[in-house]
């Protein structure tokens, strides 16, 4: 297994810290949104600095996704506003960098690890132009961070698990975005991947880019951590992660079916209810 | 000069004949540019709806004394953003919608045919092609149509492409994903247009498959898969020219005989070499023949 360098992207720009009390990246008020009828967050309000490294947790179906998804413009709310950089989420698409759940994508489709890592580019690009020199140069430094630059040419097709997620990962550097979402990044992959990954985001965040991951695993939060976002289709707390991660909270976002199981000296919060989504 | 020379070379003194290789040759190309978005999208059904549902236009032009490929271009398109309007609307499937347009447009086409006298030689031209009586002035609007479709293709080449890989992710990155789609159907009209006079309504969708599907067995690159699939559709349209022309066997069917021979024995000789990424190819192909 290749690691991942710590070398960071030359070609990336350092973004200034935004100083205490700055105008938050990321501010949601009184936002209810979901699919078809069915709610998934109902009334969130919500505002995240900048500059600093937020877990998402909650139950399935708790709208961890859909905050995702809001902040994208890929789901419209139904009421509420949602503002990403003070502008509406469909105006900063560039600058918001998105790693989807790992499964996603068409994996028969004939393209190489190359072709989707520069795909990150595309949005900055913008209609009919090519890439040039400056965009090779950020897929090849975007696949080195990842530890795939020997893997370029490869279908994506034939990677396994945790290599197809370092080339959406690195997709997602390519980009070189302000603002970087992670919908459960780390399912799936190997701990070699996940110490990798962990490492990369906090080097992301160090140089002013604010991250925001939604996560299952609750026992390593304050360690890779700055804030935490407990959803239940509301916030049922947010804070610095010990803070949020409590027995209490646990026990208001998954009722009386949870359970804490201890795997590996790591603890997951099980759903022990019947089986949704 | 040698008597086999003599055999290559004699077809093409004809004008005709020079005339239905210049056709079928870009025909060819223009199909498989467009052809590797319809095998890796699995768009068959539609190319071949759209075919279908033209001659309604075909029809409705002839009987309006208009051009004939301005009523095709029409109707292809109109069926093709129906298609997609009223599967996203009625919420069926695609492939139900397109069954219920692709029937009711050729029964138009059929019907509007029916009533105009001596019909019958036009219609098993455009049913079945008639690239023999190509005249020039359809070769300059098959040249001109072509070279703006491989244009518009080329041109948004890397959106139409990540949009085909990834549609969520390409909305993510702000591209204008429903126009993209729209656009790639609008492209799938036009060249199906394009073909429609070359090689026939029936055959369209083998022009527009067959050299894909098995440029798809030996690259996996997918610009690749356009090139080898535009070189494999020149080397059928002359060979199946030549078969026209020596068995005096219809030109259109001919061409897609030898095009499904090399298929054939491309399937053949990757299988045998049983590399899983010809595994893998078969198997897209597989998909989409089934949907076929």
């Given at each position: 297994m290749t690691t991942m360098s710590t070398?960071?992207?030359?070609?990336a720009p350092k973004l200034p810290r935004p100083p205490?009390?700055?105008?938050?990246i990321v501010e949601l008020t009184g936002v209810t949104a979901g699919y078809r009828g069915q709610s998934?967050?109902?009334?969130i309000s919500l505002a995240l600095p900048g500059g600093c490294m937020v877990a998402v947790v909650g139950p399935n179906g708790s709208g961890k996704s859909t905050l995702l998804k809001l902040l994208l413009g890929l789901v419209v709310p139904w009421s509420g506003m949602v503002e990403v950089f003070g502008q509406t989420p469909r105006a900063t698409r560039r600058r918001v960098g998105y790693v989807p759940q790992?499964?996603?994508?068409?994996?028969?489709?004939?393209?190489t690890v190359g072709e989707v890592v520069m795909m990150g580019r595309y949005g900055r690009l913008g209609l009919f132009s090519r890439p040039g020199r400056l965009d090779r140069m950020a897929v090849a430094a975007a696949l080195e961070q990842v530890g795939m630059a020997e893997h370029m040419?490869?279908?994506?097709?034939?990677?396994s698990g945790g290599q197809r997620q370092r080339v959406f990962l690195a997709r997602a550097l390519a980009q070189q975005p302000e603002l970087l979402l992670l919908d459960?990044?780390?399912?799936?992959?190997d701990a070699v991947t996940e110490q990798d990954v962990y490492g990369l985001l906090a080097g992301l965040r160090d140089r002013g880019v604010t991250v925001l991951f939604t996560t299952?695993?609750?026992?390593t939060l304050a360690d890779h951590f700055d804030l935490a976002v407990f959803l239940n289709?509301?916030?049922v707390a947010f804070g610095r992660p010990e803070d949020v991660v409590t027995e209490e909270h646990l026990r208001t976002a998954y009722g009386p079916r949870m359970s804490l199981v201890q795997i590996g000296g790591r603890f997951f919060a099980v759903d022990t209810g019947a089986h949704h989504d | 000069m040698t008597a086999f020379g003599q055999l290559l070379l004699e077809p093409f003194q004809l004008a005709f004949m020079q005339r239905a290789l210049a056709a079928t040759v870009l025909v060819g190309l223009v199909c498989a540019v467009v052809g590797a978005f319809v095998v890796w999208k699995g768009l068959s059904f539609i190319g071949d709806a759209l075919a279908h549902a033209s001659f309604a236009g075909v029809a409705a032009a002839y009987v309006l004394g208009q051009s004939i490929y301005l009523g095709a271009a029409v109707a292809a398109v109109a069926t093709a953003l129906s298609i997609t309007f009223l599967s996203r609307r009625a919420r069926l499937s695609v492939d139900t919608v397109i069954g219920v347009l692709f029937a009711f447009a050729f029964s138009l086409g059929i019907v509007i045919m029916s009533?105009?006298?001596?019909y019958t030689g036009d219609l098993f031209g455009f049913i079945f092609g008639n690239v023999l009586g190509i005249g020039s002035s359809d070769l300059v609007v098959i040249a001109i149509s072509g070279s703006v479709i491989v244009g518009v293709v080329l041109l948004l080449y890397k959106e139409l492409f990540f949009v085909a890989f990834d549609p969520v992710m390409a909305e993510a990155s702000g591209l204008p994903v429903a126009a993209l789609q729209y656009s790639l159907l609008v492209l799938l009209g036009a060249t199906v247009v394009v073909a429609m006079q070359a090689i026939g309504i029936i055959l369209v969708v083998a022009m527009l498959v067959t050299p894909a599907a098995t440029a798809s067995m030996v690259t996996r690159r997918f610009h690749r898969i356009m090139l080898l699939g535009g070189a494999l559709s020149t080397v059928a349209s002359v060979a199946g020219l030549y078969l026209s022309y020596y068995a005096n066997v219809p030109s259109g069917a001919a061409i897609v005989l030898v095009s499904t021979a090399m298929f054939l024995a491309t399937l053949l000789v990757t299988n045998l070499g049983s590399r899983p990424r010809a595994a893998a190819a078969a198997a897209g192909v597989g998909l989409t023949a089934a949907e076929f």
């Open positions: 070398a960071t992207d030359e070609t205490l009390g700055a105008r938050p998934a967050l109902d009334g790992t499964g996603a994508g068409d994996w028969s489709f004939p393209v040419d490869e279908q994506v097709g034939e990677l459960e990044p780390l399912v799936g992959v299952h695993d609750l026992s289709r509301r916030v | 009533r105009v006298r001596n």
